[in-house]
């Protein structure tokens, strides 16, 4: 048997194949270079978008920041608006109604 096998691949033509074009990889190699055509096109706006949030997230902590005033802001104009409010502030700035006595007290010992 042996014999014969070798009888008949003495008998066949060989075949030389000829180098051509490998679909297979050149089809892998297109598929790549689109893949990563695609994902290029994807980082710009991914690297928007990311930009974009962090922005936000600072305005949103500056709106924040600026309630917190309005609010404190608030409350100090209530507190002006109301009765002896002038009286008040002017006291601590030192002032005295005209013909008060004024009165300086020396030596307190610390509140420990």
Request: net charge positive.
């Amino acid at each position: 048997m042996r014999g014969e096998a070798e009888a008949m691949a003495a008998a066949r033509p060989t075949v030389r194949v000829r180098p051509g074009i490998r679909w297979d990889r050149l089809s892998r190699v297109t598929l790549l270079c689109v893949l990563v055509a695609l994902v290029g096109l994807y980082v710009g706006p991914a690297r928007s978008y990311v930009s974009t949030v962090r922005e936000a997230a600072h305005r949103r902590a500056a709106v924040t920041e600026l309630q917190r005033e309005r609010a404190r802001l608030l409350a100090r104009r209530a507190a002006l608006q109301g009765l002896g409010a002038a009286e008040r502030e002017a006291r601590r700035m030192g002032m005295i109604r005209p013909g008060e006595r004024p009165y300086i007290v020396e030596h307190l010992p610390t509140g420990r």
